[in-house]
């Protein structure tokens, strides 16, 4: 699949996305995203948490993105941007070629999914499975007649490869990985074109994890859905991920595919994201890339490049501390926002 990457500061004409053999199912356009700030004795906003920082982003038919990070580094905001949960400050975002960020109508509600970290924190205790996953066949597809609903319900319940016996229990009778396939069935009720899968493994067992990743997989195949795949976890990615994008303190800092980030990581941060994955051997052990420091208060970043306090590969004649990096395209897959590399 080619990819044609933006630089994090090019903008495109408004209102419109980029001609293509394959549009892209979510088109992030330069977005920032900023949680406000509030303190003092009159609760006066004194600041703001940037985010997300003028993030571009592009989600293909059929496609895993990756996005990977520390835990606060914006993830899980650009997530909730997609989805109108959060208010976006600046920037566009495009639902095949159709602005949303000033609101989703019904259309794309049902063809915009989340799935969440936590599946407790998902599903109604007091409901039965067949009135959670008939929620939004009843709100979002209009369907009223209950032998059609339910129906349907045991029909998703099928593809998650759970049973008609399931359809009349409550969530409190299901294991955690059973619950997480109910929110997927869930999400999978309105046919959608892209599901928000926000950690969706993490709370699991590791023997659930995959099960639940080749269901993900599975479902991904026979109804060409895309994915945004949010993690701290790269080896979830390597196992499912198309593409990759690494986040650090709400900057998307190199993109790639699954053969350039995690075989030939370009960023200094990539670099030491990877080298932090469990090492098995003596010899990845000492090859391991120890950060100091903290990460940086996203209320008052650092200038310049967001990594450089943290950066083992700058030297004192580069401009890190002054100048941002811009998105330097190294290959037709592959883009890094460092000064360490220049365009060829
Ligand atoms: Fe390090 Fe400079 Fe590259 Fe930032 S721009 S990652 S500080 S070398």
Redesign the pocket.
């Known amino acids: 699949m080619t990819e044609e990457i933006y630089t994090q500061t090019e903008t495109l004409p408004s209102k419109s996305v980029p001609s293509k053999k394959k549009d892209p199912v979510i088109f992030l356009d330069n977005v920032s995203i900023s949680y406000p700030v509030f303190g003092g004795i009159f609760q006066r906003q004194i600041g703001e948490v940037k985010a997300v920082q003028n993030v571009t982003l592009e989600i293909y038919p059929g496609e895993t993105l990756g996005l990977v990070g520390e835990s606060g580094c914006g993830k899980t905001t650009i997530g909730k941007g997609i989805l109108g949960l959060v208010p976006i400050k600046t920037g566009q975002i495009f639902y095949r070629n159709s602005r949303i960020d000033e609101g989703l109508n019904q259309k794309v509600r049902q063809k915009v999914q989340m799935v969440f970290q936590d599946p407790d924190a998902s599903l109604n205790p007091r409901m039965k499975i067949v009135d959670i996953i008939g929620e939004p066949l009843r709100n979002l597809m209009g369907m009223t007649k209950k032998l059609e609903m339910r129906r349907e319900v045991l029909n998703l319940l099928e593809q998650v490869s759970l049973k008609r016996e399931h359809l009349d229990r409550y969530p409190h009778e299901f294991s955690g990985g059973q619950k997480q396939r109910i929110v997927i069935a869930r999400a999978l009720a309105c046919n959608p074109d892209i599901i928000v899968l926000d950690e969706p493994t993490s709370a699991l067992d590791v023997s659930v994890q995959s099960q639940i990743l080749n269901l993900l997989e599975d479902l991904q195949q026979e109804f060409d859905l895309a994915y945004l795949f949010i993690t701290h976890d790269l080896s979830v990615i390597h196992h499912v991920g198309s593409n990759v994008a690494v986040m650090y303190l709400g900057h998307i ?1 190199e993109k790639g595919n699954i053969s350039d980030i995690f075989y030939n990581p370009k ?3 990539s670099q030491a994201l990877l080298s932090a994955r469990p090492a098995v051997n003596q010899e990845e052990k000492q090859k391991q890339i120890i950060l100091k420091g903290e990460v940086p208060s996203p209320v008052n970043p650092p200038s ?2 967001p ?2 306090p943290r ?1 083992f ?2 030297t004192d004649d ?1 401009p ?1 501390i002054e100048e941002f ?1 811009s998105m330097i395209k190294l290959s037709d897959t592959h883009s890094v ?4 590399y220049t365009e060829e």
Do not use: I, N
């Open positions: 800092v960023h200094p941060y310049g490049c990594f450089h950066c590969a700058r580069m890190c990096p926002a460092c000064h360490l």
